[in-house]
């Protein structure tokens, strides 16, 4: 069973930056795709950022040019470097890794993001 541990959430006043990693603990981690989602209180879970194998990234329109997704296939990890946060970010964040033709995927256990006004 693949295990992915999250961290870098917390609290954080608006217009500042944090920076989410997620370790996965298979191998087979390069040849993955990745993604981070999050879930606000009330509302469904949405993707914020993906990464292909081979580093191709798209964003959710809410957090382009504020947030960045990238990958070290040597560290099985991969991060969100968020800035210019926002109130409306505050959210659990999920990390996910998965085949790339999407027939199985894993999911972190999620890491609390307070973005304070």
């Known amino acids: 069973q693949v295990q992915l541990v999250e961290s870098g959430g917390g609290l954080v006043q608006a217009g500042g930056s944090l920076r989410l990693s997620c370790a996965a603990s298979?191998?087979?981690?390069?040849?993955?795709?990745a993604g981070w989602y999050r879930q606000a209180p009330g509302k469904q879970r949405e993707l914020v950022a993906a990464i292909t194998s081979r580093s191709a990234t798209n964003y959710a329109d809410s957090v382009k040019g504020r947030f960045t997704i990238s990958r070290d296939n040597a560290k099985n990890t991969v991060y969100l470097q968020m800035n210019s946060l926002k109130p409306e970010d505050t959210a659990v964040y999920y990390c996910?890794?998965?085949?790339?033709?999407?027939?199985?995927?894993?999911w972190g256990q999620g890491t609390q993001v307070t973005v304070s006004s």
């Open positions: 298979t191998p087979l981690f390069g040849i993955m795709r």
């Open positions: 996910n890794i998965g085949a790339e033709s999407g027939s199985y995927s894993y």
